[in-house]
């Protein structure tokens, strides 16, 4: 993985779900999760998208916005947003250069298969672009609670 606890956070440009830009720069002087998943409405994702959904309130109070970054495209995000009720941006890396430039791309197993795909992560970042804390292990049906556990704050 190339991004690291107390490190600035790689430079990323995408587009959401209502085809506006968003990058790190954009974001500068505000507080945010992005959690990286391999696909818009799969089984394990959408529980992943849904345990965040649920939880965005209090993610929210503690001062953070949520984006979620997967290949699919915007088109296929407002989608998903629309059929499960998401407060949150969804960002489309149809290009994976994002997780690519972020580590979170490349071989790994799949119910017995070697495939390539996307590294399940979330990445909290502070008001400065500095990466405050990263989820490896992603739990999926319990991730929102996953990430205020993460949070700087909770600590």
């Given at each position: 993985m190339k991004v690291e606890t107390?490190?600035?956070l790689?430079?990323?440009?995408?587009?959401?779900?209502k085809e506006e830009e968003i990058t790190n720069k954009s974001l500068l002087g505000q507080k945010y999760v992005l959690?990286?998943?391999p696909k818009d409405d799969s089984p394990g994702c959408t529980k992943e998208a849904c345990s965040i959904?649920?939880?965005y309130?209090?993610?929210e109070k503690q001062g953070y916005k949520v984006f979620g970054v997967?290949?699919?495209t915007p088109k296929k995000h407002q989608k998903?947003?629309?059929k499960y009720e998401f407060?949150?941006?969804l960002l489309a890396d149809t290009e994976k250069k994002t997780l690519t430039d972020f580590g979170l791309w490349g071989p790994k197993k799949f119910m017995g298969r070697e495939i390539v795909g996307v590294y399940r992560t979330t990445i909290l970042v502070d008001e400065e672009g500095i990466v405050e804390n990263i989820i490896e292990k992603v739990k999926t049906k319990e991730h929102g609670i996953q990430i205020l556990d993460a949070m700087p704050v909770n600590k």
């Open positions: 107390g490190k600035k790689p430079d990323f440009s995408l587009l959401n779900q959690f990286f998943y959904r649920d939880n309130r209090k993610i997967s290949p699919d998903f947003i629309d407060q949150y941006d």
